[in-house]
């Protein structure tokens, strides 16, 4: 309907009358406008003139269970658009209404995806961005609008990595959430500067987080109360509308860096439930949105009163509300909290409901909208049990993305509930054992050759059906290595895995090293644990995932779960001078029983990283996303071209435990034209390694050009001997290598590419003929040495290809991939 109707679906109720405000003031008076139900379907509704801007509440009575009698409910809308501040009511507005558009967001133009495993994922929480950012205005600090501060520490940080290779910023839950008062006013915040004067190891900082936790400006949100509706608190003015316009600004700041935006999205349960003054689904139709035990009674594995996605109202809401912050808000990406809660069919119809959009009619293109998810198999849902759920192995076939817990503890070593000082593949299982007590040498490493085994499947980007060599010599497929008795391998496509070594949960990467690594390690090669699991991450197959600041040494001060520990203990500082390491034993709540085994890391002056450990683990970050980049040999886009161009060197039971040799081949320049191989050696060990195979004899492979230009100065003396075969690879150091196609089979592929149009009748006899005068006369040129002569004549090919297409005599999509090629060996001639 228009905006100046009234619709909500209550079957159960005994009336609905809708109560319209002129404004939020809770001293305002209701007009009262009673509702008409539609008995086929339950939907009540009412018409009027002039609602635009008015605010407005649902009068419901209806039996409600959890009190055994008829209440009369004044609730706000599940499907609220605007509110007012602090939720107490919803607002009628007109999300076409220019006035809440940024300029230009009609026309915003998306940073450009081919495909989505082209996708890079940052997770950010929105306060946690600029609260301490000196550069933004203290009255925008921690809101949607501190992005459009091009000028500060984080939108720089931001613009350099999305000039280095992500794609994609995450942010934690920036609907509205029950869980912070919104009136920057009404928060109450802890003295920093006193809180900055205490002990690293002392209990003080938490005492003061802790004593006012629930009255601060902070919490992660996976708390819903208005689906719909973007944060109050991460506004400006949270009372109304301006919301709207600031979240738009915002995605509208990102796109226009380069960056597309996803929204971390919590339709598997509500706050509340019942009566609860939060509650809001369970106050209009009782019973209905929230799943039920056997007795009755609501389901909370989720932390929370689970909702009942099977149902099909929860569905239309789950569905609509997407499509709303697809359209609406040009939202760009979705990822869904505890995924495994809904059933697969939910998710394949939010995957529909986006694919249906187009720019044409709604101004997005929905099959660009990546969407992913937690896919954990617990609760009252687990195996299926209320219908077929949307966990990891389900999905797989419907392009939805699902975590990968198989390569995270690999990586890190343990588990989110094992040992906090178990080690892995990067953090020294075997080769650099800690004081603790992991078994003998012999099971540490077979433990060791398991994780390789992990974290390849994961390279492979989590393919059921990739053929591996495992840790005893078996050939076998990734289906049947075995993780904590689950397929280590469920995909069928790279698309469907999120690899990631780090996230909001859990302790972040930095302090897990801390933990993990022996006492003695130095700063220099904890920073290179760190990087280690940035290019295990970075250089797989499928989509790498990296929480923010991981790029920063982020700490946390060992906290396991900050959703609730303030701003102090979650700090981001995008100047590069702390890491948040030392700053007080973290939240008694959650960690007080961990306490004895931190404080004397937190104490000790040794395991605090400067600003030139961060400033290194940062560029070794943009150096992993620029190779991505480079060559889309790091982004293969079917189960088909993984398993045709991705192995594994040392493998088996010989191997050299903690090195792991990937390798690229494309001898056929299908997927690259520069690059005839890409071999990637991970060595997590903290010895030097020398790897040989009698395949590399004769070979000329040298390292990564971004690499020879490395930050890092350990890297650049990486070998290859192409006499033996042999590369050598320093301690703690991924190092890629390359063999470049000579210039003439480049130039011989972009000549085969012109023979296919012309057989493809995309081009006529003229065309082909010209065309490939040009590289003939270029390849000769290149054979003579005369580099400058064969560049423009190349130039010369890309001119006619535009002219083509210009004059409608070319596909624009076969032109643009001939000019790619031929722009690639420009770039090779200059």
């Not at 001078?577 to 008694?588: E, I, R, T």
Request: glycine fraction near 8%.
């Amino acid at each position: 309907g228009c905006a100046d109707d009234a619709a909500g679906v209550a079957p159960t109720a005994q009336s609905v009358r809708l109560h319209l405000f002129d404004d939020s003031n809770p001293a305002t008076t209701a007009t009262i406008v009673p509702m008409t139900e539609d008995p086929a379907t339950g939907v009540w509704s009412a018409s009027g003139s002039g609602w635009v801007g008015k605010f407005y509440l649902y009068e419901v009575v209806v039996w409600a269970p959890s009190t055994g009698q008829i209440e009369t409910n004044l609730v706000t809308d599940p499907y609220s658009l605007s509110l007012a501040a602090n939720s107490t009511r919803s607002q009628i507005v007109d999300l076409d209404d220019p006035a809440l558009k940024p300029a230009g967001w009609d026309g915003l133009a998306k940073p450009a995806l081919e495909a989505p495993e082209d996708t890079v994922v940052y997770e950010l929480h929105v306060r946690d961005f600029s609260w301490h950012d000196p550069a933004v205005p203290a009255a925008e600090r921690g809101t949607f609008r501190a992005f459009t501060e091009t000028s500060s520490y984080g939108m720089q940080h931001l613009r350099a990595l999305a000039e280095a290779g992500l794609t994609h910023v995450h942010l934690l839950p920036s609907f509205d959430i029950a869980t912070v008062t919104e009136r920057r006013a009404d928060q109450v915040e802890v003295d920093e500067a006193l809180l900055a004067t205490y002990a690293p190891d002392s209990q003080q900082q938490q005492a003061a987080v802790t004593a006012i936790e629930d009255q601060d400006g902070f919490n992660w949100g996976y708390d819903p109360w208005h689906y719909t509706v973007p944060e109050g608190s991460y506004s400006t003015d949270p009372d109304g509308a301006q919301r709207i316009l600031e979240f738009r600004e915002m995605v509208q700041a990102l796109n226009q860096s380069g960056l597309r935006v996803v929204m971390d999205v919590v339709y598997n349960h509500t706050n509340a439930a019942g009566q609860n003054a939060k509650s809001v689904l369970d106050r209009i139709v009782p019973g209905y949105y929230h799943r039920l035990n056997l007795e009755g009674a609501l389901e909370q594995s989720s932390c929370c009163p689970n909702t009942a996605s099977e149902h099909a109202m929860m569905e239309k809401l789950m569905v609509d509300s997407i499509v709303t912050w697809a359209r609406e808000y040009k939202v760009d990406g979705f990822r869904f909290d505890l995924m495994g809660h809904h059933m697969l069919s939910n998710m394949e119809a939010v995957r529909a409901a986006l694919d249906g959009l187009n720019p044409a009619a709604d101004g997005v293109d929905g099959s660009k909208v990546y969407v992913y998810g937690e896919g954990w198999n617990f609760g009252e849902v687990a195996n299926n049990a209320r219908g077929v759920n949307a966990v990891q192995a389900n999905v797989a076939g419907t392009g939805i993305g699902s975590f990968n817990d198989r390569i995270r503890d690999g990586v890190r070593g343990g588990g989110p509930f094992s040992g906090l000082q178990e080690q892995g593949f990067a953090t020294g299982l075997f080769y650099d054992p800690n004081a603790t007590d992991q078994g003998t040498p012999t099971d540490q490493e077979n433990r060791l050759k398991l994780l390789g085994d992990w974290i390849r499947v994961g390279l492979a980007g989590n393919l059921k059906n990739m053929p591996l060599v495992d840790r005893f010599g078996n050939a076998v497929l990734a289906s049947q290595i075995d993780y904590n008795g689950q397929q280590a391998g469920y995909t069928l496509d790279p698309q469907e895995i999120i690899n990631y070594a780090a996230a909001h949960d859990n302790e972040t990467f930095f302090d897990a090293l801390q933990l993990k690594v022996p006492l003695a390690t130095s700063m220099a090669d904890r920073v290179r644990v760190q990087n280690m699991s940035l290019s295990l991450i970075g250089l797989g197959q499928g989509v790498p995932f990296f929480h923010a600041g991981q790029d920063l040494l982020r700490s946390k001060s060992l906290d396991r779960d900050s959703f609730n520990s303030g701003d102090w203990f979650n700090a981001l500082d995008f100047t590069y001078q702390s890491n948040n390491w030392g700053v007080g034993l973290p939240v008694a709540s959650k960690n007080q029983a961990n306490w004895p085994l931190f404080q004397p890391l937190l104490a000790n002056p040794a395991l605090v990283p400067g600003t030139n450990d961060i400033q290194a683990a940062a560029a070794h970050f943009r150096e992993v996303l620029a190779i991505r980049k480079s060559s889309a040999l790091f982004r293969l886009r079917t189960e088909a071209e993984v398993t045709g161009h991705l192995g594994f060197l040392n493998v088996g039971p010989g191997q050299i435990p903690g090195l792991i040799v990937m390798t690229l081949d494309d001898a056929a320049g299908e997927v690259d034209r520069r690059r005839e191989g890409i071999v990637v050696l991970f060595n997590a060990t903290d010895d030097p390694q020398a790897f040989a195979d009698a395949a590399f004899v004769g070979s000329s492979y040298t390292l990564h050009p971004v690499q020879q230009a490395s930050a890092d100065p350990v890297v650049a003396t990486s070998s290859f001997t192409g006499a033996s075969g042999t590369f050598s690879v320093p301690a703690r150091t991924t190092a890629v290598f390359e063999q470049v196609r000579p210039l003439t089979e480049q130039i011989d592929l972009l000549y085969a590419d012109v023979d296919a149009l012309y057989a493809a009748g995309e081009i006529g006899i003229g065309q082909r003929n010209q065309l490939q005068a040009k590289l003939k006369v270029a390849k000769k040129m290149v054979e003579r040495g005369k580099l400058e002569i064969a560049a423009e004549r190349i130039g010369f090919f890309i001119d006619q290809v535009e002219r083509e297409v210009a004059q409608g005599k070319l596909d624009a999509a076969a032109g643009a991939a001939l000019i790619a090629a031929a722009e690639d060996i420009l770039d090779q001639l200059a």
